[in-house]
Structures are given as C-alpha cells and as structure tokens.
C-alpha cells in the first residue's frame, strides 16, 4: 500500500475517503499507532473495566500534571490499542540531553499514578499496571546501580552490563558487587518505590476533585487532548517546585515524602 513518506500514513483509506490533505487527526492516530498499536475495535470491555482503565489513565495524568515540570500531559486515552487498554501520553517542553534525580523520581511517581489511583479511588489494584511497575522498578535500579545516585551506596556504579546499544537492549550483567551490597541495593530500590508510590498517593489525594472530574469526561469523550484535555487539568495542584532527596531514613521507620512546595 502507499503511505506518505515519514508519516507511516496509509494514502488509500485518505483517498477512499475524498480527502486531498493529511490533516493534525490523521498525524495523531498515526502517533498513537506507533505508540500503542492499531486500535482494537473488536474487544468488547466491560462498563466496570472500562471504569477502572478511566481512573488508571487519569492518575498517570494527574500525578504528572502536578510534578513534571519539563514535560506536558499531551493526551489521554482509553480506547484500546495493541496490548494497552489506554495510555497517557508526555510529551517534554523543551530538548533535553541529561535528567536529574529528582526529574527520574517524577518520573518514577507518574508511573506509580496509574495503580495508585485504583488503589485510592477503587479499593485494589488490577493486573493493569504492571508495565508501569516493571518500568518504575528499572528507572530506580539505574538510578542506584547505574548513575550513582543513592546517598546510601555513594558514587558507585555496580554490575558490568553487556548491551547491544544499537537496539538499545541489555544482553547480561556481570556482578561486580556482594550478596550484602545486592540485599542493600534491593532495600534502597524498594524504600525509594515505595516513597514515590506514596508521593503519588498524595498527590491524587489533593486532587480528588479533579481527577473524578476527569474520568466523568473521559469515560464520555474516550480520548482528550488540546484545550479540552487543559481544561479539565486546570485544577490540578502545581507541585513542581517540591522536591525530594534520595537519602537513607534517620530511622528504621523511615520519614514520610514531603509533596509541598519548598
């Protein structure tokens, strides 16, 4: 089939349809194609599931409204596509060629929003965000083991990985590091989750309003995005000047992850 060269846009479903020009729609669905897969419109969901995506989805978008402060909440959508039953779309302001600890432990608690709004608002979690805890778990782990930014390990980095860099894929790893520094490194990774899965907890409880708000509106329109999508995040409570460092508690018991602004 034809496509118009650099945009993977079929031509013969635009000229089938009387169409001459390949408008923002046609630009976005071939996006979202890339990103998530044709849509699946055979798959039947439940009005029950399709609930629980709408508050999943809007969690990732309320969280990440509230802390990013270099990227924007670009779209959301529940409409099912290849595997994923709906996704939240950032898109960065502005070209960026390094992140810091705080920028990935944002990043890391927009992840978490997804599951920690079923929690709050739906009493459990689904089978639903475990690509989101897969992907939070190995931002953390580079973290510690790869940039050196655990106050509890130092400057360190630990494990030597064998990578094929040109399809972006780790092959092994060899252990460079003992038993004890990797029960250490495992403590670190869970305490530094479970703080960020607190801080989106936070979040989503200071914006309750808009967040039911916003699943009210996408249940109905299925996907957001432009002035719509900005209308219905104007609530949100603006948390990027709030920060959080990656330090081990004073106490076996940890101290509670500040959202406030500083």
């Known amino acids: 089939p ?17 169409k001459t020009d390949i408008t923002m729609e046609e630009v976005e669905e071939a996006i979202d194609k890339v990103i998530a897969g044709p849509q699946k ?17 809007a969690g990732h978008a309320v969280v990440g409204k ?5 990227e924007e909440v670009h779209r959301i959508s529940i409409v099912s596509r290849g595997m994923a039953l709906g996704f939240t779309l ?27 709004s ?6 459990s979690i689904s089978t639903g965000p475990s690509n989101d805890l897969e992907r939070a778990t190995d931002v953390i782990h580079r973290m510690i083991r790869a940039y050196g930014m655990s106050e509890k390990l130092g400057p360190l980095t630990y494990g030597k990985t ?14 460079n590091y003992s038993e004890e520094t990797a029960q250490t490194i495992d ?6 989750v479970e703080e960020q899965y607190q801080r989106a907890t936070e979040v989503l409880e200071m914006n309750r309003v808009v967040l039911d708000n916003l699943v009210t509106v996408l249940l109905d329109k299925e996907t957001l995005q432009g002035p719509e999508l900005e209308e219905a995040l104007r609530g949100v ?24 602004p500083a």
Not at 41 to 57: G, L
Not at 238 to 260: K, N, R
């Open 66 to 70: 509230a802390l990013a402060a270099r």
């Open 118 to 123: 079923e929690k709050l608002f739906l009493g």
């Open 237 to 260: 409570i603006d948390l990027t000047a709030s920060t959080v460092h990656i330090q081990a508690p004073a106490s076996q018991s940890g101290s509670p992850v500040s959202t406030q």
């Open 90 to 116: 950032q898109l960065p302001t502005e070209d960026r060629y390094m992140r810091t600890s705080e920028e990935l432990l944002r990043e890391v608690a927009g992840l978490l929003g997804g599951s920690a």
């Open 41 to 57: 419109k055979s798959r039947v969901i439940s009005a029950d599931e399709r609930r629980r995506i709408a508050y999943h989805e």
């Open 162 to 175: 064998s990578d094929l860099v040109f399809l972006g894929k780790e092959l092994s790893e060899e252990r």
């Open 2 to 18: 034809a496509y118009y060269i650099g945009l993977g846009i079929p031509a013969e479903p635009l000229f089938r349809s009387g």
């Open 187 to 192: 403590a670190e990774a869970r305490r530094l």
